[in-house]
């Protein structure tokens, strides 16, 4: 059996339309029976984004390569993981900042990648990544969506080879209904999942 980390960056809770389509995509995994996941619920943890203390703290114990202090738990469970689903919504071009401070905490040299004379490396375990996510309006391959554009790149950082993102779009521009576009994108994530 592989575990799957589910990042869970919905800030709406159970009011969001991504965490609809994230949860359909997570079931659809559970179904094949090959899977055991985990989730990790953002909103829950009060995560710390890096400054002051918290920064030097983390310098420090990197100094002493000292990687088993609670604050690395993040960092370590990523880089174990089989595969990885995050999900969040589309906001300001690309995601809530607390996915952003947890990819900060995630970021520690030593557990999730290396370095060495040619460069940076990933070191995580997965081979897999899906990053789910939800938009107000149409931007799927504009310049102008970054956020999967950078969860992509991050992968390639963290030594994910693999990337896909199950997305649904237009959903507040009134155009079609919601629950027309959210079932497409899970049509997409049932799809996804067999293959995963
Ligand atoms: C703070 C905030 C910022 C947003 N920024 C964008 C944006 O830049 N572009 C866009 O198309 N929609 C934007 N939206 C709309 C959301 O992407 C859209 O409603 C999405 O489905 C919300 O997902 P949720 O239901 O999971 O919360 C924004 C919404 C919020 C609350």
């Known amino acids: 059996m592989k575990n799957i980390l589910f990042v869970n960056c919905c800030i709406r809770k159970e009011a969001s339309r991504t965490k609809k389509l994230a949860d359909f995509f997570v079931d659809e995994l559970e179904k094949t029976g090959d899977y055991k996941i985990t989730e990790l619920c953002l909103m829950d943890e009060g995560m710390t984004y890096l400054s002051e203390g918290f920064f030097h703290q983390r310098d420090d114990l990197l100094a002493q390569k000292d990687f ?6 993040y960092a370590h469970a990523f880089a174990q993981a089989d595969k990885i689903v995050v999900a969040a919504p589309f906001w300001d071009l690309s995601f809530p900042a607390l996915l952003k401070t947890y990819i900060e905490n995630l970021c520690v040299e030593g557990i999730t990648f290396g370095c060495n004379e040619q460069g940076c490396f990933g070191t995580c375990e997965a081979d897999h990544l899906a990053y789910v996510t939800t938009r107000g309006g149409f931007y799927e391959g504009t310049p102008m969506e970054m956020g999967s554009k950078y969860m992509e790149v991050m992968c390639q950082f963290f030594g994910i080879e693999k990337y896909d993102c199950i997305f649904a779009e237009g959903l507040d521009m009134g155009l079609r209904s919601v629950e027309e576009i ?13 293959t995963f």
């Open 182 to 194: 959210l079932l497409e994108a899970m049509e997409k994530g049932k799809e996804l999942a067999l």
């Open 68 to 73: 088993s202090h609670p604050r690395f738990r």
